[in-house]
């Protein structure tokens, strides 16, 4: 039996559609990201498969137990964390957590074990009120509510917008540990760095799934030669590199622009042109693909099918 598992979900918020016969199975124990954008259609989704909204079709099922139709049953089963903090900021740190201890009918010291590694480091702020905490010691205190009555399956959606770098590392690391004591994690993120982290990945855009599979076989799914190419003056650079005819696809990524080339052309030619275009100097080194890659293009290939569609007469 799949710990979660979904067949043709679409979703519509009047005349939008935020999830677009979506279908995907989750195996026990694995921890399985949705990668995409704001706008994706991952929060819509989650709240669904979180028993909080039903879906306009298809059908959910989270270990067996239909989500809408059992959703009293799966709620003493699901443990879920929503994008925005939304706990009691008036409450203090433990008085959140004693709350929600008590609505599941347990209390802090039966589970205490399993939120130990997360609470231990919010536990000198106890007495203080949860409105004022950082941004990374909320997460935890969300996560610790969320995990107070031992759910199977934990639901978090976009779990580190907006936590610095350290506390992304940390929360990772946390999950990790929850992966160990067998429960099943649905996560989302804008972030493509943390797909790596995840035992699968789905990538989803404008409510559709684009592809799902392990993060290494998404990235050798990619199937061409990549150069990153890097120049101080990395805007010049950028206008230089899509201005050429051999360029396929240039894209920014941090300190350098990402870049295909086309057949026949080489790379010690495109370092030529960009000398003639005054970038001396410009370093291009052959890389490996990125989830990042792969994403943007599945999506020039998806809109590459829209065009022709639509070229053709035909309804999108």
Same mark, same amino acid.
């Given at each position: 039996?799949?710990?979660?598992?979904?067949?043709?979900?679409?979703?519509?918020?009047?005349?939008?559609?935020?999830?677009?016969?979506?279908?995907?199975?989750?195996?026990?124990? /694995?921890?399985?990201?949705?990668?995409?954008? $704001?706008?994706?259609?991952?929060?819509? =989704?989650?709240?669904?498969?979180?028993?909080?909204?039903?879906?306009?079709?298809?059908?959910?099922?989270?270990?067996? @137990?239909?989500?809408?139709?059992?959703?009293?049953? =799966?709620?003493?089963?699901?443990?879920?964390? *929503?994008?925005?903090?939304?706990?009691?900021?008036?409450?203090?740190? +433990? /008085?959140?957590?004693?709350?929600?201890?008590?609505?599941?009918?347990?209390?802090?010291? &039966?589970?205490?074990? #399993?939120?130990?590694?997360?609470?231990?480091?919010?536990?000198?702020?106890?007495?203080?009120?949860?409105?004022?905490?950082?941004?990374?010691?909320?997460?935890? =205190?969300? @996560?610790?509510?969320?995990?107070?009555?031992?759910?199977?399956? #934990?639901?978090?959606?976009?779990?580190?917008?907006?936590? $610095?770098?350290?506390?992304?590392? +940390?929360?990772?690391?946390?999950?990790?540990?929850?992966?160990?004591?067998?429960?099943?994690?649905?996560?989302?993120? *804008?972030?493509?760095? /943390?797909?790596?982290?995840?035992?699968?990945?789905?990538?989803?855009?404008?409510?559709?799934?684009?592809?799902? $599979?392990? *993060?290494?076989?998404?990235?050798?799914?990619?199937?061409?030669?990549?150069?990153?190419?890097?120049?101080? &003056?990395?805007?010049?650079?950028?206008?230089?590199?899509?201005?050429?005819?051999?360029?396929?696809?240039?894209?920014?990524?941090?300190?350098?622009?990402?870049?295909? @080339?086309?057949?026949?052309?080489?790379?010690? +030619?495109?370092?030529?042109?960009?000398? #003639?275009?005054?970038?001396?100097?410009? +370093?291009?080194?052959?890389?490996?693909?990125?989830?990042?890659?792969?994403?943007?293009?599945?999506?020039?290939?998806?809109?590459?099918?829209?065009?022709?569609? /639509?070229?053709?007469?035909?309804?999108?």
């Amino acid at each position: 039996m799949k710990a979660a598992e979904a067949n043709s979900i679409t979703h519509r918020y009047g005349n939008i559609t935020a999830v677009d016969d979506v279908s995907f199975g989750v195996n026990d124990g /694995e921890i399985f990201g949705f990668i995409g954008p $704001d706008g994706a259609g991952k929060t819509t =989704l989650f709240r669904i498969a979180a028993t909080l909204i039903i879906p306009s079709g298809g059908r959910m099922t989270l270990f067996g @137990l239909n989500v809408v139709s059992d959703f009293r049953e =799966l709620r003493n089963h699901i443990g879920y964390m *929503p994008g925005r903090f939304s706990l009691y900021t008036d409450l203090t740190v +433990e /008085e959140n957590l004693q709350f929600y201890a008590t609505i599941f009918g347990t209390s802090i010291r &039966e589970n205490y074990h #399993l939120i130990e590694p997360i609470y231990r480091q919010i536990e000198p702020f106890r007495k203080r009120r949860a409105g004022r905490l950082s941004g990374g010691m909320k997460q935890k =205190l969300a @996560l610790s509510c969320a995990l107070i009555h031992k759910p199977r399956i #934990l639901i978090l959606d976009e779990p580190t917008t907006g936590v $610095d770098a350290v506390s992304r590392t +940390e929360f990772w690391e946390m999950l990790e540990g929850l992966k160990k004591e067998g429960i099943t994690i649905l996560v989302s993120t *804008p972030y493509m760095d /943390e797909a790596l982290r995840c035992d699968r990945i789905a990538l989803m855009q404008q409510g559709k799934l684009m592809g799902i $599979d392990t *993060p290494s076989a998404i990235r050798a799914s990619y199937g061409k030669r990549i150069y990153a190419v890097s120049h101080p &003056e990395r805007y010049r650079l950028l206008m230089a590199l899509r201005a050429m005819t051999g360029v396929v696809s240039p894209e920014p990524f941090g300190e350098a622009v990402h870049i295909n @080339l086309r057949e026949g052309v080489t790379a010690e +030619e495109v370092k030529r042109s960009l000398q #003639l275009a005054g970038l001396e100097n410009a +370093e291009l080194t052959e890389i490996t693909a990125g989830i990042e890659d792969v994403f943007l293009e599945m999506m020039r290939r998806r809109s590459e099918s829209l065009r022709v569609l /639509e070229s053709e007469g035909l309804k999108v």
